[in-house]
């Protein structure tokens, strides 16, 4: 097994990792409003943002486990 990277990687990693998935989350939400406007079907993007929204949910919690370890 290789050896764990230094906390500092894994901290910063995470960082990016909630930061982006922030950004995919604004974007798919100003995806469904265009598309509400627009009076388009909007359920396959619902249910892409649920998938992104679970996604976000297990960056930050690694984001806290990592930011625990390192106190």
Known sequence: MPPMRPWTERYEEAKRHVADGRLVLERQRALIDRQKVL?????V???LLATFERSQEIFEGD???IRQECE
Do not use: F, P, Q, V
């Open 39 to 43: 009076k388009r079907d909007t359920a």
């Open 45 to 47: 993007s619902e249910r």
């Open 63 to 65: 984001l806290a486990r």
